[in-house]
């Protein structure tokens, strides 16, 4: 007579105890990857916010009633800003580069003209995609403001 194999010899148990397991480690690493990857999307203050967006609005107004109009150039790591339009500005412009969906990637500069009256901020690496682009002066009376597709050689117009 043959005598039974033991249990952990034979196949269906380690098959049954194997389908679980895995939905147990891909459980646990979906529950990490939520951990460190936390949504920034989310406003706490609604109220503030609202009010700040109408704050914007007036800003973009003025830029267009100025006629500002700047020229922004990529072009690997350095950002080139030209006026061509409006009131010739000499102050310092707050330059800001939001990413759609990625807070961490935000950045921000201040320029300031050279004797050609262009702005230039150098880049620790050069970037690419979709970027909102914020342009303001320095006393923060205009706004501009425009969603680009940027990509390295290239020359964009803002207005």
Avoid at 71 to 98: P, R
Wanted: glycine letters at 6%.
């Amino acid at each position: 007579m043959n005598k039974p194999q033991a249990w952990y010899k034979q196949f269906w148990p380690w098959f049954l105890i194997i389908l679980p397991l895995c939905a147990v480690i891909a459980s646990v690493n979906l529950l990490m990857v939520a951990i460190n990857n936390k949504d920034s999307l989310v406003s706490e203050d609604y109220y503030k916010d609202g009010k700040a967006i109408n704050m914007d609005l007036r800003k973009l107004k003025q830029a267009k009633q100025l006629g500002m109009q700047f020229e922004l150039t990529l072009d690997d790591n350095e950002i080139m800003l030209t006026q061509h339009g409006g009131e010739a500005y000499q102050a310092a412009l707050s330059v800001e580069f939001f990413h759609p969906t990625l807070q961490k990637r935000d950045f921000g500069e201040i320029a300031t003209a050279d004797g050609q009256g262009i702005y230039r901020i150098k880049l620790d690496a050069p970037i690419s995609g979709l970027w909102e682009v914020r342009l303001e002066g320095y006393d923060k009376s205009w706004r501009i403001q425009k969603r680009l597709d940027l990509k390295d050689d290239a020359q964009y117009w803002l207005n």
